[in-house]
């Protein structure tokens, strides 16, 4: 891509779940290696018993070794000065101050490559991926394939127990047993917690 900055920039990958922000930031990581910059990559996670080196994994199978952080903070204290190009995936799930960080290091002269998911299974913007959006100087909206219908994917749909879960759950569930389906938004459910207990029982 021509750099969108003399200087330092934003690239922000977004999109429903499976339309493939891992295997798009794992492309450029991997061409800016071939380009010879020095590069460090990040991963949110949200287990603090998680330790050491962690991978960004794709859907596929595409993997490339990743920093497990927590909060932003710890970002901005890992980043190295020689640092030039930083990324970070899963950042929907990093506090607001990723925000400022993101814009520290761009301003800074580093290239900030950040991907994450837009909506919760609500279809509610997701975190801080709204006001990175708003910085940024590249985004790149990825669509996945609806698993209902074949129609491009823009939701993440949360099922517990192979049915839509309500609204009324909690945006992130930590080791939880609920998986998730991309969908359009003619496809995509989120029945209230009285309607779901009704299609479990059907
Ligand atoms: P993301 O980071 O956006 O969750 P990944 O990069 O991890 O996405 O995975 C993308 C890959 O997932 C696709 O290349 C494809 O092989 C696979 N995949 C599985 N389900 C779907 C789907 N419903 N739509 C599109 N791709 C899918
Ligand atoms: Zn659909």
Redesign the pocket.
Known sequence: MENPSPTGWIEVIT??????????LIRRVRRAVLARKRVQVFKSHLDARYGGIQVV????G?RVQAEPVQASVEVMERVRPETEVVAV?EVQFLDPGIVDVANVLADRGMRVIL?G?DMDFRGQPFGPIPQLLAVAERIDK?T????VCGSP?TRNQRLVNGVPAPAEGPTIQVGGLETY??RCRECHEVPSAARAQIRLLE
């Open positions: 999109g429903v779940m499976f339309s493939g922000k891992s295997e798009e994994s794709t859907h596929d595409g995936d991907a998911t990825l996945a394939i609806c698993v994917a389906e991309a």
